[in-house]
């Protein structure tokens, strides 16, 4: 098997006095489209932003196509999509100008935008479908198309793998279906993907396998039809409940 | 009014000033920080009487306060935010008075030096001053333009931009710096209590005028330019304080545009023409045929064309009154 795009070894992130995810093992390779599931307070969140130095790492080891370091540290190869219902809007700007913030990494601090770049960033935005509105503030843009603008943003870096925390959240239909087209596209052009998500069904058609964390581990990892047989096995409490009730099933424990 | 050398440099200050300002005030906008400027004056203030009370120059002195003001605030915030906002306050009040107690305390500090570093005077600018003030403002200027997509990004969404491997607290403390330099190449021309009015209202009328980041920028800095230039004259005919004046000629400026844009937004809102609401969206793979139309795509959808427009779609009329169209109803 090829190197993994990024594998994470026995690693723990937290906070000073709590161990939030706990020695925890997880590779995604190229071409996989992972669905990282599991209740809310579980560690997903935790997880993503773990990965990309944004929660400290209280110990194991991450490598990125085999090279130690976090995923800001190789930030050429990961592209983030954080998890936001909408984008800072305190000053006026476009979605070409908020997308274009995913070339700086690929460039020295002191040259300005080149053709290439400008080129990509145009791409990206087609890519999601919003070709139509580049030059349109984002304050004016719905929910579900500001997600968009965030993962054209992190397309725009040309990443291998692209790490989503929870992209169709609180998205209303119409959006929903255009995020699923995109992520079908994306999967379809060779780019892995590692997705928190509470709504397997909306990605149904494009995860090739599925990570499930329960209080900072992972209890379960395998094919969606493998997911499915587990489901239908187990009987205890949280998974009966199925992964549409995440929060019913920990709030009742 | 040219042939004063005083007057001279003091519009030379003056667009220096409304250059760097309003260029650098933009991204305090944007950080939600827009009082920043403020309290950085404030703490410049203890600077300049500390060089009249030693008799060092004032702008050095308060070069240095401000400076290290500008990086505690950003330590400060970095600390996390309980306390935080306390500790600036503590800052930030601690400066102004100890500047006019030791600005009292000096034997050259005159209740009128006090006001005219506080509100801004014509008369303060000497020759060797504006050589300094002008290196330091070109400081400022290149800096921030070679940096404005880095600021813009670090501004727009930290975490992302901490993901994507940016320097996000080196870029913070810079900003903070850059913004405690114009604070004291400003403080001459504007005073340190109302600096921070000239780095904040020209991006509030530039917000109206521009239509993206980009746009903002410049209408905010041909603002700034325009208001120091038209302060500066009026406070050289009517005499008054030039920083004071110069902040009113912005209020101004702020407010007629509002004014006048409110207005054109009504009578914009009227001709606009929304499609109905339908769940899918327009786009290459929607089945629907696509017309280029001037700048844009449209749709053909049963039979009128839709058009992107913010987070919906609008009725656009045929080729025919094409022109009309473009004009009118949409931008």
């Known amino acids: 098997m090829s190197t993994p795009l990024i594998a994470a070894r026995a690693v723990s992130f937290g906070y000073d006095d709590r161990v939030v995810v706990d020695r925890l093992d997880l590779s995604v390779g190229v071409g996989e489209v992972v669905a990282l599931l599991g209740p809310n307070g579980s560690g997903k969140s935790t997880l993503v932003k773990g990965l990309f130095g944004l929660v400290p790492r209280l110990g194991g080891t991450i490598e990125v196509e085999g090279k130690v370091g976090d995923a800001s540290t190789h930030h050429a190869r990961i592209g983030y999509v954080p998890q936001r219902h909408s984008l800072a809007q305190s000053v006026r700007s476009t979605v070409s100008e908020v997308v274009a913030a995913g070339r700086l990494p690929h460039r020295p601090w002191w040259q300005p935008a080149t053709r290439s770049d400008r080129d990509l960033v145009a791409r990206a935005i087609e890519a999601v479908g919003l070709s139509d509105r580049a030059h349109a503030e984002v304050s004016t843009l719905s929910g579900g198309q500001q997600r968009r603008v965030l993962i054209a943003r992190a397309l725009a870096g040309q990443p291998a793998l692209l790490v989503m925390d929870e992209p169709t959240a609180g998205v209303d239909h119409a959006s929903q279906v255009v995020l699923t087209e995109v992520l079908g596209r994306l999967a379809a052009s060779g780019t892995a993907m590692l997705v928190v998500t509470h709504e397997l069904d909306v990605l149904a058609d494009v995860v090739t396998r599925i990570v499930c964390l329960d209080a900072g581990h992972i209890d379960f990892d395998g094919s969606p039809g493998a997911y499915a047989a587990h489901l239908a096995d187990a009987d205890h409490p949280h998974v009966h409940a199925g992964h549409h009730h995440d929060d019913d099933s920990t709030g009742g424990r | ?331």
């Open chain 2, 1 to 331: 009014m040219l042939a004063l050398d005083f007057m001279r440099q003091a519009l030379v200050a003056a667009v220096l000033v409304g250059i760097a300002a309003p260029m650098i005030g933009v991204f305090l906008v944007q950080r939600q920080m827009s009082l920043i400027g403020d309290g950085i004056g404030h703490v410049a203030l203890a600077g300049v009487a500390a060089g009249f009370l030693t008799g060092t120059m004032p702008l050095v002195t308060a070069l240095t306060a401000a400076v290290a003001a500008g990086a505690a605030v950003e330590f400060i915030r970095l600390r996390g935010r309980t306390g935080g906002d306390l500790a600036l306050a503590v800052m930030f009040y601690g400066g102004i008075a100890l500047g006019v107690v030791l600005m009292a305390l000096s034997p050259t500090g005159t209740p009128a030096n006090l006001t005219a570093y506080l509100f801004g005077s014509l008369l303060t600018t000497s020759s060797g001053d504006l050589v300094l003030f002008a290196v330091l403002a070109a400081l400022v200027m290149g800096v921030t333009w070679v940096l404005r997509p880095r600021f813009f990004a670090v501004a727009q969404d930290e975490e992302y931009s901490r993901a994507s491997g940016l320097p996000v607290t080196a870029l913070n403390v810079l900003l903070s710096v850059l913004t405690a330099v114009t604070v004291v190449v400003s403080m001459r021309i504007i005073g340190l209590l109302l600096i921070s009015a000239l780095m904040i209202l020209p991006n509030a009328t530039g917000q109206l005028l521009g239509r993206s980041f980009a746009a903002t920028i410049r209408w905010a800095v041909a603002i700034g330019v325009f208001c120091a230039l038209v302060g500066v004259t009026t406070s050289f005919y009517a005499g008054t304080p030039s920083g004071a004046t110069i902040v009113l000629v912005a209020i101004v400026c702020f407010l007629v545009t509002a004014a006048v844009g409110g207005l054109r937004a009504r009578v914009v809102r009227a001709q606009h023409e929304r499609a109905e609401r339908h769940l899918h969206e327009h786009g290459p793979a929607c089945g629907h045929p696509a017309v280029p139309h001037g700048d844009h795509v449209d749709y053909l959808h049963d039979g009128h064309r839709h058009a992107a427009h913010a987070d919906h779609w609008d009725e656009h009329a045929d080729h025919a009154d094409h022109t009309h169209v473009d004009e009118g109803v949409h931008r």
